[in-house]
């Protein structure tokens, strides 16, 4: 029997600044377009999923594509993985330097290679030998981002963090991008992509892109995508923890809920979270001062930078 579409996309958790909520906004709700005109179609989650993630590479405003935060060196190094709910096929790339949509790459891997992960260079030959085009790394440097690099390794070298840990302070960092879709045949997906975290060090890889850590699907469980502080997400395998959450019988809505609490209390993590199980059912929970998010079902649609426990 067919079922109701659902799309959830998020688009970084951190404390938003006032006069970038609209510009978030905007972003989702066009991932949230891209996406739905997929799913209303009839296409497939794992479609609907590429497609909102595009726009949010595309979209300057997120730490995905161009306009990511820039490594050490002043270069864009982002990561992306896609998975498919019904079969588990997964793609991600790492560490890519020269593409616009690392989620593209991702996708091409999941779909026409037996292998699921690629980086840097070898991720670059694969997505060009599978039809994308490499782009200078400067094309993907943005102005305000130059500057925010600047502002902060002038901080970072005039008063330097005891433990490190203020480079992932929620105010200045974490606009990974993500979206999980349930389609009309009943299956589930997710996609995430980012850019990282600010003046992270040269090959650093965050949890976007490995799975069960920011991004994870099974039909029997849940489609997660997760955003934020990283190093923190990938040692609770945080996607996976809570699609376990899901498949035990408790609810998306809590399962989200219950993933923030524990990043928080094991690891004084910070981030944000979307869930989706095959049911369409969904979550969607921060533990940050604001999360740009978005869903639409056939009966509903909404946005916000604020999501309130259930
Ligand atoms: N969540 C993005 C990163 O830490 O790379």
């Avoid at 079922?3 to 998020?10: A, E, F, K």
């Amino acid at each position: 029997m067919p079922t109701d579409p659902v799309l959830v996309v998020h688009g970084g958790a951190w404390a938003i600044p006032d006069d970038m909520v609209d510009g978030h906004l905007h972003g989702v709700r066009n991932a949230i377009a891209a996406g739905w005109r997929v799913l209303e179609s009839g296409g497939a989650a794992l479609d609907a999923v590429e497609e909102s993630v595009v726009i949010m590479e595309d979209d300057e405003i997120f730490d995905a594509g161009r306009g990511s935060f820039l490594n050490r060196d002043g270069k864009v190094q982002l990561d992306a993985l896609i998975m498919d709910g019904a079969t588990l096929r997964a793609g991600g790339v790492g560490c890519v330097e020269r593409l616009r949509n690392p989620v593209r790459a991702a996708r091409k891997i999941l779909s026409e290679s037996s292998h699921v992960y690629f980086v840097g260079a070898g991720a670059e030959q694969f997505a060009v030998e599978h039809g994308s085009e490499l782009c200078r790394n400067e094309d993907l440097v943005i102005a305000r981002e130059v500057e925010r690099l600047r502002e902060y390794q002038q901080k970072a070298a005039e008063s330097p963090a005891k433990d490190g840990n203020d480079l992932f302070a929620p105010t200045i960092s974490h606009d990974t991008v993500g979206a999980v879709a349930l389609d009309r045949t009943g299956n589930i997906a997710a996609a995430t992509s980012t850019g990282g975290t600010l003046s992270k060090a040269p090959g650093r890889l965050g949890d976007s892109s490995l799975i069960g850590c920011g991004c994870y699907a099974d039909n029997l469980s849940a489609a997660v995508s997760t955003t934020g502080w990283g190093e923190p997400i990938m040692k609770l395998v945080l996607a996976k923890w809570t699609a376990d959450r899901v498949a035990a019988g408790n609810l998306p809505e809590w399962a989200a809920q219950e993933a923030m609490n524990y990043l928080q209390q094991r690891l004084h993590g910070h981030g944000g979270i979307i869930v989706l199980n095959a049911q369409g059912q969904f979550g969607i929970s921060h533990n940050t001062p604001r999360m740009a998010w978005a869903f639409k079902t056939i009966k509903k649609e909404e946005a916000g930078v604020e999501r309130s426990a259930p």
